[in-house]
């Protein structure tokens, strides 16, 4: 089957990225909020990624000849594609998809016709499983459903899909332009022609498909960060270091570009403490990770969340 309509569940920070470099490549895009609510707080995120990518855009002349240019991978197939015309080129693209999004609440709308859904809704069992349900009778026999769940593993959901054989997982990285990781992995049930299916949509999107050949919790990205977030997490939440000082440890003794507390940043709280709180010593305030926990909760309820609201550990603003 040949993807072209798609709609992204969702409209978080990785659910808008994947929306817009989705349109950006081309295909017809919708996302789905489940309230007005949802989106209206889509909308500024929207907004946000098209002034990312028009900034991206003028910054691409100077990476023309350059033999390693650091330029947004999922723009280009190779560096010889970056040249003027491709560049104006997708500078018109930019508008269009900027100025043409759509955004729905309506089930049907939605789901209906998509070839391919994108679940990026919160990492919460109990709303993955109503949110397959709810969409299940809407969709047509062919399309494909995806989660992008983060650590959550697909034959968790595949009974409440309606579509064992065609369910699987696409997770991505954070800042996909640059970024452009898309983890393909299938469970048990799920059809080789759709495993093929996505990956060659990742590849499609400007995504570096990493394939999974069996299920994993936390894929390969988050089979090692996850380790290291909980590690830095453990440091802060038992007064060992502030933040600050983890991360330039980390940076400096490896040379790392980011380290835990900036990427949390990046991640944003709310989906750590998501995460965080599944580890059954999370919920003991008397060890080192549910330490951790309450303090990321106290940010949190200042609005302290990240990169998204200006400022978490790190200020943006």
């Not at 996909?176 to 080789?192: G, P, Y």
């Not at 090692?224 to 270091?241: F, K, Q």
């Amino acid at each position: 089957m040949k993807i072209k309509k798609v709609t992204i569940a969702g409209g978080g920070v990785l659910g808008a990225q994947i929306a817009y470099v989705t349109a950006f490549h081309g295909f017809d895009v919708t996302i789905w909020g489940r309230s007005e609510g949802s989106i209206e707080r889509v909308k500024p995120r929207i907004d946000y990624l098209h002034e990312i990518f028009t900034k991206e855009l003028i910054a691409c002349p100077s990476y023309i000849g350059q033999e390693n240019p650091n330029y947004p991978r999922s723009f280009f197939n190779n560096k010889s594609e970056i040249t003027e015309e491709k560049i104006e080129e997708l500078k018109k693209v930019n508008e269009k998809v900027y100025t043409e999004m759509k955004y729905t609440t309506d089930l049907k709308e939605a789901f209906d016709d998509a070839d391919l859904v994108i679940e990026a809704i919160a990492e919460v069992v109990d709303e993955k499983k109503a949110f397959y349900e709810k969409i299940a009778p809407y969709l047509k026999d062919e399309a494909i459903l995806v989660t992008n769940s983060s650590t959550l593993l697909p034959s968790t959901f595949r009974e409440y899909t309606g579509r064992e054989d065609k369910f699987l997982s696409l997770h991505f990285a954070n800042n996909i332009w640059r970024q452009n990781l898309a983890e393909v992995m299938k469970q048990d049930k799920t059809s080789d022609e759709a495993f093929q299916t996505v990956i060659e949509f990742a590849k499609e999107i400007g995504m570096y498909p990493a394939v999974i050949k069996k299920e994993q919790a936390g894929y390969i990205l988050n089979s090692i960060l996850v380790p290291l977030i909980n590690a830095g997490l453990m440091l802060y939440g038992d007064d060992v270091a502030e933040p600050e000082d983890i991360d330039m440890d980390w940076k400096i003794g490896t040379g790392s570009p980011k380290g835990p507390f900036e990427i949390i940043d990046i991640v944003g709280i709310t989906t750590v403490l998501n995460i965080t709180k599944r580890n059954p010593q999370a919920n003991d305030p008397n060890t080192p990770i549910g330490k951790a926990v309450k303090k990321l909760e106290e940010r949190a309820a200042k609005g302290l969340k990240g990169i998204e609201t200006g400022e978490g550990f790190y200020k943006y603003k």
